[in-house]
């Protein structure tokens, strides 16, 4: 019998069996597609030499995450490469604010009337990324936080809705730049704790930047598998679990999956019927002729540019795409993974992405809305334009099964359920069956490549099984 055996070979599950496997335990993991990866997959989705990231593509929180901080990925081939800005935020005027690796820099460009807000911000934090990240992704109760005073600290400055927090600005570039970052969890800038997540993600371009792996985002999952082998686990694809028996017997059954989908395929009924799926997405992986062409300097330097001239849009974006309404004028994030890795586009051509919101299981085309707002910032881009691969929330839901109606985040990222999740309980990872876990981005710390949802669930599984073992 087996120790362990995981269900889906995304960040989480790989994360979560690696960590079972370093602890001397046998473990397999079983995958449904022919490829591992989960979110984390580089594949030619346009023409022949474009290598595209079908989801998540820039990594703000993999470089940084305590759980692969603490793995020699290395080793196994995942380099992480830094665009020379990690993020830039075009307006209208043709300029644009920054967010860099420097403070001060960053600071600087929302200008003088809110410099200063900014730096007094993120001031008290931005040596501590790599406590913070600890005690922050750790949560709940899988390990007893470093400094307690600091997370304290974090708390009152994170929970207020960033409606409120963005009062503290005079002026819309910070206002907007910050929105955005909100807008990578797809949560409407009124939700709880929303300023704790435009905190993190600009914390994190402080402490570590925003990299991209070379060769691709499969290069994670890869690094990953090669790692879990040789400790003796092994990966088995092609392999599409409907219920547990089709699985060979083991201690633990720890699924990297949707929620709903571990009730079905456990017979666990009504567990998660609670629980909420958030807007999705719309996603357009571009093969280019060169790059894009931006009118302000900073976006041609940039690993990631968001599209969203003015924290009003940004906003009204968002609510209208949780609330099921497709935004006219959507706001976007892009990425631009070629212009630090030349290995993914031909000579001289350039892969790029961008991805506005969609209300849930959405089936329009957002194409030219999209198109639309890019040329906005970036006059004469359709001509760049060689080849295109769209896919909005049915085609997402269809490549990944954890992106229910086309939600990335596998789960609305609001109200309590950005924190409480998947239910309200102080053990998210645990299930009703003893031998069944969850360890997906359902649970906290939640959405992002970055493992610490299976590290956490696997530091559960372990402690059950040894809990069983001197019963």
Same mark, same amino acid.
């Given at each position: 019998?087996?120790?362990?055996?995981?269900?889906?070979?995304?960040?989480?599950?790989?994360?979560?069996?690696?960590?079972?496997?370093?602890?001397?335990?046998?473990?397999?993991?079983?995958?449904?597609?022919?490829?591992?990866?989960?979110?984390?997959?580089?594949?030619?989705?346009?023409?022949?030499?474009?290598?595209?990231?079908?989801?998540?593509?820039?990594?703000?929180?993999?470089?940084?995450?305590?759980?692969?901080?603490?793995?020699?990925?290395?080793?196994?081939?995942?380099?992480?490469?830094?665009?020379?800005?990690?993020?830039?935020?075009?307006?209208?005027?043709?300029?644009?604010?920054?967010?860099?690796?420097?403070?001060?820099?960053?600071?600087?460009?929302?200008?003088?009337?809110?410099?200063?807000?900014?730096?007094?911000?993120?001031?008290?934090?931005?040596?501590?990324? /790599?406590?913070?990240?600890?005690?922050?992704?750790?949560?709940?109760?899988?390990?007893?936080?470093?400094?307690?005073?600091?997370?304290?600290?974090?708390?009152?400055?994170?929970?207020?809705?960033?409606?409120?927090?963005?009062?503290?600005?005079?002026? /819309?570039?910070?206002?907007?730049?910050?929105?955005?970052?909100?807008?990578?969890?797809?949560?409407?800038?009124?939700?709880?704790?929303?300023?704790?997540?435009?905190?993190?993600?600009?914390?994190?371009?402080?402490?570590?930047?925003?990299?991209?792996?070379?060769?691709?985002?499969?290069?994670?999952?890869?690094?990953?598998?090669?790692?879990?082998?040789?400790?003796?686990?092994?990966?088995?694809?092609?392999?599409?679990?409907?219920?547990?028996?089709?699985?060979?017997?083991?201690?633990?059954?720890?699924?990297?999956?949707?929620?709903?989908?571990?009730?079905?395929?456990?017979?666990?009924?009504?567990?998660?019927?609670?629980?909420?799926?958030?807007?999705?997405?719309?996603?357009?992986?571009?093969?280019?002729?060169?790059?894009?062409?931006?009118?302000?300097?900073?976006?041609?330097?940039?690993?990631?540019?968001?599209?969203?001239?003015?924290?009003?849009?940004?906003?009204?974006?968002?609510?209208?795409?949780?609330?099921?309404?497709?935004?006219?004028?959507?706001?976007?994030?892009?990425?631009?993974?070629?212009?630090?890795?030349?290995?993914?586009?031909?000579?001289?051509?350039?892969?790029?992405?961008?991805?506005?919101?969609?209300?849930?299981?959405?089936?329009?085309?957002?194409?030219?809305?999209?198109?639309?707002?890019?040329?906005?910032?970036?006059?004469?881009?359709?001509?760049?334009?060689?080849?295109?691969?769209?896919?909005?929330?049915?085609?997402?839901?269809?490549?990944?099964?954890?992106?229910?109606?086309?939600?990335?985040?596998?789960?609305?990222?609001?109200?309590?359920?950005?924190?409480?999740?998947?239910?309200?309980?102080?053990?998210?990872?645990?299930?009703?069956?003893?031998?069944?876990?969850?360890?997906?981005?359902?649970?906290?710390?939640?959405?992002?490549?970055?493992?610490?949802?299976?590290?956490?669930?696997?530091?559960?599984?372990?402690?059950?099984?040894?809990?069983?073992?001197?019963?």
């Amino acid at each position: 019998m087996l120790d362990a055996v995981v269900v889906g070979a995304g960040p989480n599950g790989l994360t979560a069996a690696v960590e079972l496997a370093r602890r001397g335990l046998s473990v397999e993991v079983f995958e449904a597609k022919d490829t591992i990866g989960g979110g984390a997959r580089t594949e030619e989705l346009t023409l022949p030499g474009f290598r595209h990231d079908p989801c998540s593509a820039v990594h703000p929180l993999g470089i940084g995450s305590p759980a692969f901080r603490r793995m020699p990925l290395d080793r196994y081939g995942l380099e992480w490469l830094h665009p020379e800005l990690p993020m830039a935020h075009p307006f209208d005027d043709g300029t644009a604010a920054v967010l860099a690796r420097s403070v001060a820099e960053t600071a600087a460009s929302f200008g003088p009337r809110d410099a200063g807000t900014y730096r007094r911000l993120v001031a008290p934090y931005v040596n501590k990324w /790599d406590v913070l990240a600890r005690d922050f992704m750790s949560l709940p109760l899988s390990a007893l936080p470093r400094d307690p005073i600091g997370l304290a600290r974090f708390g009152i400055d994170g929970l207020p809705p960033y409606a409120w927090t963005m009062r503290r600005f005079r002026d /819309d570039r910070a206002r907007a730049l910050l929105a955005g970052l909100v807008g990578h969890v797809i949560a409407p800038l009124s939700g709880v704790a929303t300023s704790a997540v435009g905190l993190v993600f600009a914390l994190a371009a402080h402490a570590n930047g925003w990299p991209l792996p070379r060769g691709g985002s499969q290069s994670i999952a890869d690094a990953l598998a090669a790692y879990l082998r040789d400790l003796g686990g092994s990966v088995h694809t092609g392999f599409e679990v409907k219920r547990l028996d089709d699985l060979p017997p083991a201690r633990a059954y720890v699924f990297d999956t949707s929620p709903t989908a571990l009730a079905r395929i456990a017979g666990l009924g009504r567990a998660y019927e609670g629980y909420r799926y958030g807007a999705g997405v719309f996603k357009i992986d571009y093969a280019l002729d060169g790059p894009v062409p931006w009118t302000a300097a900073e976006p041609r330097r940039a690993g990631t540019v968001q599209i969203g001239p003015s924290s009003r849009e940004i906003g009204a974006a968002l609510s209208q795409a949780s609330g099921g309404t497709a935004p006219e004028t959507p706001f976007l994030i892009t990425a631009q993974p070629s212009l630090v890795d030349p290995s993914r586009a031909p000579e001289g051509k350039h892969v790029f992405w961008a991805y506005g919101h969609v209300p849930n299981g959405w089936d329009g085309d957002l194409t030219d809305a999209i198109e639309r707002q890019i040329e906005r910032f970036a006059p004469g881009f359709r001509d760049r334009v060689l080849a295109r691969a769209t896919a909005g929330p049915p085609q997402l839901a269809a490549r990944n099964a954890n992106y229910v109606g086309g939600d990335i985040a596998c789960g609305a990222a609001r109200g309590l359920q950005l924190l409480l999740r998947p239910t309200l309980s102080l053990f998210p990872y645990t299930t009703r069956h003893p031998s069944v876990f969850l360890c997906s981005s359902a649970t906290p710390p939640g959405p992002g490549v970055h493992g610490m949802s299976g590290h956490n669930a696997a530091k559960a599984v372990w402690r059950a099984l040894r809990k069983a073992d001197r019963g």
